[in-house]
């Protein structure tokens, strides 16, 4: 069966089954187009994605380099490349797939900034006065101590479902990267914070019902843009004014940094990783791995402290 003969629909039928079969997020579908967009260009007068051939694809590779892209950002290219050529060969738009044995720049493993525990400490003790009103507090308090408690990632927080934290859940159902579910468990402080927000947002709604007609959302930190719900922007923005709230160098505070302090201060409790993939989502323990130092430090520490050899006479 012969391909589409447009480029621009390869990519589109690619990302339409990549939508429906691994239910990946439109975040990373937008990122999938942005980067198979490029190649396309690029190969456009080379044969396009029919005619190119392994040669074509690593010389397309190699262009990156030349022009300055990080290695990461050149793995990804590729990474996008060979799930498009996969998806082409299994429908039968290729008889070869030219980008299977292509190997790409190893990626860096940069160790995840992270907070101490007095930093985690100060950026949820500024949520107690940090907003403009009593409800920009509570709900900035629920977001912090859910984020902390549980590592979750941003979109997971943002969209969260109001449904999820009736009834005060000990344990959060979390739909994550591909539409997989898991279950995390949610700290007594992370418990009483929503609870707080919970009982705010909803006298707030029924008041908007009333007066206004208005319906209710059924996300937990709902908002009037079109997502229906707070953004990653505005969350990003938010959690950047607690941090100088909070006395905290801010262009070193990240959503993902809280993610990689619940990950960082479990370890170093005694998790193991396996524990922590599972709570963080990673399909993936190799993704996980990146934490390995701590236990690294810590089994170092065990042998200096423990080991018969290792004490002074």
């Known amino acids: 069966m012969a391909g589409p003969s447009r480029d621009t629909d390869w990519i589109a039928l690619y990302l339409d089954a990549a939508a429906a079969e691994q239910g990946a997020a439109q975040n990373t579908l937008l990122g999938y187009g942005r980067d198979l967009t490029d190649a396309m260009g690029w190969l456009s007068s080379r044969g396009g994605f029919a005619g190119a051939d392994r040669a074509k694809l690593e010389s397309y590779i190699a262009s990156l380099e030349t022009d300055g892209l990080a290695p990461a950002t050149r793995a990804r290219r590729l990474s996008a490349l060979k799930q498009l050529y996969r998806f082409a060969h299994e429908e039968g738009w290729r008889s070869d797939n030219p980008a299977i044995q292509i190997t790409g ?156 302090a619940f990950a960082t201060h479990l370890l170093q409790n005694g998790a193991d990783l396996r524990a922590i993939q599972t709570l963080l989502g990673h399909a993936d323990i190799a993704t996980t791995e990146i934490y390995t130092h701590i236990l690294d430090e810590r089994l170092k520490a065990l042998v200096l402290e423990k080991h018969p050899l290792a004490r002074q006479r």
């Open 105 to 260: 720049p190893a990626r860096a493993r940069k160790l995840p900034g992270t907070l101490s525990l007095a930093e985690v400490d100060a950026l949820l003790d500024a949520t107690e006065t940090h907003g403009r009103h009593e409800g920009d507090r509570l709900r900035n308090r629920c977001l912090m101590q859910i984020l902390y408690a549980t590592g979750l990632r941003v979109t997971e927080l943002v969209s969260l479902p109001v449904a999820a934290l009736r009834g005060d859940p000990a344990m959060l159902l979390v739909l994550g990267k591909g539409g997989k579910e898991r279950m995390v468990p949610l700290s007594p402080p992370a418990r009483e914070a929503a609870a707080a927000w919970l009982a705010y947002r909803d006298a707030e709604e029924d008041r908007a019902r009333v007066e206004t007609g208005a319906k209710p959302s059924r996300f937990a930190f709902p908002s009037r843009g079109k997502a229906g719900h707070l953004t990653r922007v505005r969350f990003f923005t938010l959690i950047k004014e607690l941090a100088q709230a909070a006395g905290l160098d801010y262009s070193k505070v990240t959503p993902h940094t809280l993610r990689h």
